[in-house]
């Protein structure tokens, strides 16, 4: 297992490809394997690999809480796709500089620190086993806008759509004209309010900076 050298750009096209049908390196929240694999990488993603920014820049607003995150740290070759070998580690040994660790050193965790992280996935867990008689949900129409008339709309909208999260389903699109030659992406979404907001899908989408120029909420109504 691995994603080869993910210092290169083929290691990151690995990663990208991994994840997109995931949201996640393991399981449905943010863990240790996503620090792991986070951590291996020198900067953000290029635009064109919409499933590995759109995770980089989730796991990255985790960098104040990454010793609070569920799970174990395993060595970087037992994540990734089977039958790409782990290639990280040993262009690492022969690199001079220090490796640049964007949640900051690592230290080790104190037994009541320990302690407070299973708590956290026992509350976690007890949460999710929890049905909830009624699931407030909205439907939301959002106006994503391109830079100009020369942007790729079939990629800008598939770096929308990349986007997953628990409780965002993605409806129908179109393309709506705005002047000068220039369209922008009018795009449903029903999401459970208590899971994601306006604000949550604002800023991942606008994280697509190379196509998005803004994004506005056109309608809202509550189902």
């Known amino acids: 297992m691995g994603f ?17 049908d995931k949201s996640y390196i393991e399981g449905w929240v943010p863990s240790q394997a996503d620090v792991a694999v986070f951590d291996a990488i020198s900067c953000a993603p290029s635009a064109d690999l919409c499933h590995a920014l759109r995770w980089y820049n989730h796991i ?27 290639k990280t580690a040993a262009a690492d040994s022969k690199d001079d500089d220090d490796d640049l660790d ?35 949900k909205s439907s939301i129409l959002l106006d994503v806008k391109p830079w100009d008339d020369e942007t790729d709309m079939a990629k800008l909208e598939e770096c929308v759509r ?22 922008k992406l009018q795009i449903g979404c029903v999401v459970e309010d208590d899971k994601v907001g306006t604000d949550q899908l604002e800023e991942q989408i606008t994280a697509f ?5 803004s994004m506005d909420v056109a309608a809202f109504n509550k189902i």
């Open 102 to 136: 964007l949640f900051g050193s690592d230290e080790e965790e104190d037994a009541e620190a320990e302690k407070l992280k299973e708590e956290r996935i026992a509350a976690y867990a007890a949460k999710k086993s929890k049905k909830p008689a009624l699931i407030a």
């Open 162 to 183: 990349s986007i997953s999260m628990d409780g965002l389903l993605w409806g129908q699109s179109k393309l709506v004209p705005v002047g000068y030659g220039i369209k």
């Open 60 to 86: 990255k607003s985790f960098q104040n809480q990454k010793g609070s995150l569920p799970g174990v740290r395993k060595p970087l070759g037992q994540y990734g796709p089977a039958g790409v070998e782990d």
């Open 4 to 20: 080869g050298d993910l210092k290169t750009p083929t290691g990151l096209k690995v990663l990208n490809d991994f994840l997109a």
């Open 209 to 213: 900076e190379d196509y998005v120029q």
